[in-house]
């Protein structure tokens, strides 16, 4: 099992305070002998529904040397995982998420920004200090 990112229990409070119910800590999917961790999957009942809404979550923490490598690394693992959902649970909805300041100084940038449209990547934008989550873009 791989190691918590340093923001994990932020984000998970987080989820927690907004009404999540958090169903996994770390969502483990296997599909044809590839197989991942998210790092959270968590579920909110909706009143005018039976079901209610399922996300899983891969927190980001962008503390490497660079930026744009982190964002590499974390764009890859999540395109990989959002893949793998659609096989083992369709219905689940994939967020990567990330930093306030990261968010505001980086995401703002031309490559994040085009990945984010191009990927129809869906971000959670999470303060760690606070533990609170800022925004959710979709």
Do not use: N
Request: proline letters at 4%.
């Amino acid at each position: 099992m791989p190691a918590k990112d340093i923001f994990h229990d932020a984000v998970k409070v987080g989820l927690e305070k907004e009404g999540w119910v958090i169903t996994a800590d770390p969502l483990w999917i296997k599909v044809e002998g590839s197989e991942g961790y998210v790092d959270l999957a968590a579920e909110k009942m909706i009143a005018a529904q039976k079901d209610g809404q399922k996300i899983a979550v891969e927190i980001k923490s962008f503390v490497g040397k660079s930026r744009t490598d982190d964002f590499h690394y974390a764009l890859g693992q999540f395109l990989d995982y959002r893949l793998m959902l659609s096989e083992v649970e369709p219905d689940r909805i994939l967020y990567l998420a990330v930093p306030l300041d990261v968010y505001q100084i980086f995401f703002g940038q031309w490559l994040p920004r085009k990945a984010m449209e191009q990927y129809d990547l869906k971000i959670i934008v999470y303060d760690p200090e606070k533990e609170v989550l800022v925004k959710w873009l979709s």
